[in-house]
Structure formats: C-alpha cells, structure tokens
C-alpha cells in the first residue's frame, strides 16, 4: 500500500467520494459535523472537471447529503446503495423491506439506554453507540437477534454504528451501477473512503481496474491510504485548481433533518 503519493486525477477518471469520515470530521452526532471551507467549491470545480463523473456513495440519506452540500446537487448513492440518484436526476431506490421488528428492538434498547441515537432513513436504520461504546456488543445482539428469519436485511457495522438495510446493496453495488451508465461508464473509478462499510465499494472497484484510497487507519484492500480528512481535502482542492480561500460554503455546523 502507498502511504505518500495519491493517484492523480485525469480527464478518464471516475470519482467517486464517501461523505463522513472522507470528506468532513465525523462528529459527535450524525447532524453536527462540520462542512470545510471551500470544500463545494472544490466538488463542484471537479464535477466539471470530470464532465460530470463524480459521484457522493455514503450511508447517509440523500436529503442530507444535499442539504449539507447546498446549492450543489450532485449524482449520490444513499444509504449504503439503497438509494441513488443517477447524473440525469432519476432516483432509483431499492425494494421495501419490513424493517418493523428491528424497528422495535432498535426503539427498545435507546428506551433503556439514553446513550444510544436511532436514526430513522428513507429505507435503513442506523444505530448509534459512539456516546455508548461500552455497549457495542449488546447492541450487535439484540439486533442480530432482531434479523432472524429477516432475508432481505442486512447489518453492517461502522465506525460506532450499526447499520441495516436492505440485503444485496452496497456502496460497491452503486458504484457498479454508476459505471453503466453516462457520464461514468467508459471511465476508470477511483473510489475514496474511510470506514469498514467502504471496503465493499474498495473491492468492486479494483476489480474494475481502478483505485482505491483509505482514509484514516484501520486494515483494507485499497491500495492507497491518506492520513486524514485534511490531507484528502487538500489533495482534492490541488487536483481541482481551486484557490483555497475560494468561496463556496465556510465551516458550519450541518443541519439535515
């Protein structure tokens, strides 16, 4: 793995961007990481760059990924690929699944346990335990528990958090359906991320050819590895020959619903 020098971007690259952890801190609670100075400007000087291939592939919901990023609207993948938004505007969201007894269980354990958040997502849960690390092996129980006999769910698990969503998508699975289709398709992906959910989106692309950069410590697949948010962002802005004191959104608090 290269630990010094990041692939450079070219006129063939498709680039796809994991939001938390990548491209902003994460935060105490999903709602309050902050959106770095000149980091729209950045995205959408590349999105240009790129004639539109670049893409957001995050757990979070596509509502607030847009909401962060405002005005900028770019192609996203949702909730860990259950959810997307093609380059043209059309969203493709996967089938509904019964998600009411992980619900329950889910609901349950943040009743006992004030230090734990449930977010509630267009087709996913998120359970969150970074208040309440202690408590990561209970929460994996009972939601495991939860899942018996429950097909077409799945659980993933994240940086203090655990996921569920509908079986068979993934960040890999979306970047795969974003490489059939314009502007993508044709192109080489080069695929950015943080977290163990990400290594699904890693492995899809190298077996494309393409390449992967991890952000942060932690083993993975990709083949090469930025120490942190701010090298990453200052790799993006020198690829995109923005200014650093360009405009664009300063550093706030985000507020998605």
Same mark, same amino acid.
């Given at each position: 793995?290269?630990?010094?020098?990041?692939?450079?971007?070219?006129?063939?690259?498709?680039?796809?961007?994991?939001?938390?952890?990548?491209?902003?801190?994460? %935060?105490?609670?999903?709602?309050?990481?902050?959106?770095?100075?000149?980091?729209?400007?950045?995205?959408?000087?590349?999105?240009?760059?790129?004639?539109? %291939?670049?893409?957001?592939?995050?757990?979070?919901?596509?509502?607030?990924?847009?909401?962060?990023?405002?005005?900028?609207?770019?192609?996203?993948?949702?909730?860990?690929?259950?959810?997307?938004?093609?380059?043209?505007?059309?969203?493709?969201?996967?089938?509904?699944?019964?998600?009411?007894?992980?619900?329950?269980?889910?609901?349950?354990?943040?009743?006992?346990?004030?230090?734990?958040?449930?977010?509630?997502?267009?087709?996913?849960?998120?359970?969150?335990?970074?208040?309440?690390?202690?408590?990561?092996?209970?929460?994996?129980?009972?939601?495991?528990? %939860?899942?018996?006999?429950?097909?077409? =769910?799945?659980?993933?698990?994240?940086?203090?958090? =655990?996921?569920?969503?509908? %079986?068979?998508?993934?960040?890999?699975?979306?970047?795969?359906?974003?490489?059939?289709?314009?502007?993508?398709?044709?192109? =080489?992906?080069?695929?950015?991320?943080?977290?163990?959910?990400?290594?699904?989106?890693?492995?899809?692309?190298?077996?494309?050819?393409?390449?992967?950069?991890?952000?942060?410590?932690?083993?993975?697949?990709?083949?090469?590895?930025?120490?942190?948010?701010?090298?990453?962002?200052?790799?993006?802005?020198?690829?995109?020959?923005?200014?650093?004191?360009?405009?664009?959104?300063?550093?706030?608090?985000?507020?998605?619903?």
């Amino acid at each position: 793995m290269q630990s010094e020098n990041l692939p450079g971007l070219t006129p063939d690259t498709a680039l796809f961007l994991d939001f938390d952890g990548t491209l902003v801190a994460l %935060a105490t609670q999903p709602e309050l990481v902050e959106v770095p100075l000149g980091l729209t400007s950045t995205l959408a000087a590349l999105h240009r760059q790129l004639n539109g %291939a670049l893409a957001l592939v995050s757990g979070r919901r596509l509502l607030d990924l847009d909401e962060f990023l405002a005005p900028l609207l770019l192609p996203a993948a949702g909730e860990h690929g259950a959810q997307r938004r093609t380059a043209d505007g059309l969203l493709i969201s996967a089938p509904l699944v019964d998600m009411r007894q992980a619900l329950q269980a889910a609901e349950g354990l943040v009743a006992r346990h004030p230090g734990l958040r449930l977010e509630r997502k267009n087709l996913a849960l998120s359970l969150h335990y970074r208040h309440a690390p202690a408590l990561e092996g209970l929460c994996l129980e009972v939601m495991r528990e %939860a899942l018996q006999g429950s097909d077409d =769910i799945e659980l993933m698990q994240g940086k203090c958090v =655990i996921d569920l969503k509908p %079986a068979g998508f993934s960040k890999g699975t979306a970047i795969a359906s974003f490489m059939t289709e314009a502007p993508f398709s044709g192109r =080489i992906p080069l695929f950015a991320g943080d977290d163990v959910t990400d290594e699904a989106g890693f492995e899809q692309v190298l077996r494309m050819g393409g390449q992967t950069i991890k952000v942060g410590p932690g083993p993975t697949v990709a083949e090469y590895r930025c120490a942190s948010v701010d090298q990453l962002a200052a790799w993006l802005q020198s690829a995109s020959g923005v200014s650093p004191d360009a405009g664009g959104l300063s550093s706030r608090p985000g507020h998605p619903a």
